[in-house]
């Protein structure tokens, strides 16, 4: 996330801070929801999840067995298909 920060930050430190707390505030929700996002489509694997922040895509995986949300990356929908 430091690099978005960074980018952003470039134009306008203020857009940079408040576009970090609301992605921080989005990711926050999967400690009472884990399973809210979406199967990553072209992944299909049910573990592997994804939070949609225009225009960014929150891909993370949640281990049920030890109820772990683990964030696996951000990604601009520019760049295309999602790397993981």
């Given at each position: 996330?430091g690099d978005?920060?960074?980018?952003?930050?470039?134009?306008?430190?203020?857009?940079?801070?408040?576009?970090?707390?609301?992605?921080?505030?989005?990711?926050?929700t999967l400690?009472?929801?884990?399973?809210?996002?979406?199967?990553?489509?072209?992944?299909?694997?049910?573990?592997?999840?994804?939070?949609?922040?225009?225009?960014?895509?929150?891909?993370?995986?949640?281990?049920?067995?030890?109820?772990?949300?683990?964030?696996?990356?951000?990604w601009h929908?520019?760049?295309?298909?999602?790397?993981?």
């Open positions: 996330m978005i920060a960074r980018y952003i930050g470039k134009s306008s430190p203020i857009t940079a801070e408040r576009f970090c707390l609301r992605l921080i505030e989005r990711v926050e400690d009472e929801f884990p399973q809210m996002g979406r199967v990553v489509p072209e992944k299909k694997r049910d573990s592997l999840r994804e939070l949609i922040f225009p225009p960014f895509r929150i891909a993370y995986e949640y281990h049920s067995e030890s109820h772990l949300v683990e964030i696996l990356t951000v929908s520019a760049r295309g298909s999602l790397e993981i």
